[in-house]
């Protein structure tokens, strides 16, 4: 079956450990994003990819990082750094083009103690 | 950096009342998407709308882009509990990002 794949779907961390979320795809996407959901605020972009080895930060990338040495794979990791970092991470990926649909994963649920 | 703001936050009906969420961009966008979150779900692509003034129909969903390209509706006719769920807007200014709005919790009650 083709489609994103985001593992595990619940992710416990104690604070100040990084920890990196899966991301993977099959679907043939060169665009990659990283999403981040809170109550009442929506998605906002952590970072994207439009190619392998490129990436750029979004709107709140400090305290993530991410890499994209292969076209399938999107991983990001939630370094100590990040302030608040309980929350659902959202993968998704979309063919090259303005006009291209996202397709996303089922998310991680990261929460942090 | 790109805002995209959508209101309002929360929405609750009446089954079968008529439901409308806005959403608005501080700049000119390319196309405009929808997706719906089921609770506990993922966001799942609706609809795209790229002409100035387009306006799209699914079924009991009615989609409008505004004609500066900046703004755009969605409008679900009489509403049926499975509708529940949050609705987002998506914009994109080219083709390195997608900026989502906040989003609109719909619920329904029967």
């Known amino acids: 079956d083709g489609g994103i794949t985001q593992s595990p779907k619940y992710l416990f961390r104690k604070e100040g450990q990084n920890v990196t979320l899966s991301c993977e795809q099959n679907l043939n996407h060169d665009a990659m994003y990283w999403y981040r959901q809170d109550p009442g605020q929506g998605l906002r972009l952590i970072y994207y990819?439009?190619?392998?080895?490129?990436?750029q930060k979004g709107d709140i990338a400090e305290g993530y990082s991410v890499s994209r040495e292969k076209k399938e794979s999107f991983p990001l990791t939630v370094t100590s750094a990040q302030k608040n970092p309980t929350a659902f991470y959202l993968c998704?990926?979309?063919?090259?083009?303005?006009?291209?649909?996202?397709?996303f994963g089922q998310g991680t649920r990261l929460t942090v103690v | 950096g790109q805002q995209v703001m959508q209101i309002p936050q929360y929405q609750h009906v009446q089954e079968g009342e008529d439901f409308t969420t806005y959403c608005n961009s501080s700049?000119?966008?390319?196309?405009i998407q929808w997706y719906k979150q089921r609770p506990g779900g993922h966001p799942v692509f609706l609809i795209q709308?790229?002409?100035?003034?387009e306006v799209k129909k699914q079924k009991r969903l009615t989609f409008q882009f505004g004609e500066a390209k900046k703004n755009s509706s969605l409008h679900i006719t009489a509403t049926q509990t499975t509708d529940v769920g949050t609705y987002f807007c998506a914009g994109r200014r080219n083709n390195n990002d997608m900026r989502f709005g906040a989003g609109t919790r719909l619920t329904v009650k029967p």
């Open positions: 998704a990926s979309s063919p090259p083009g303005a006009n291209t649909e996202a397709f």
């Open positions: 709308l790229v002409k100035s003034g």
């Open positions: 700049t000119t966008l390319s196309n």
């Open positions: 990819s439009q190619i392998v080895n490129d990436f």
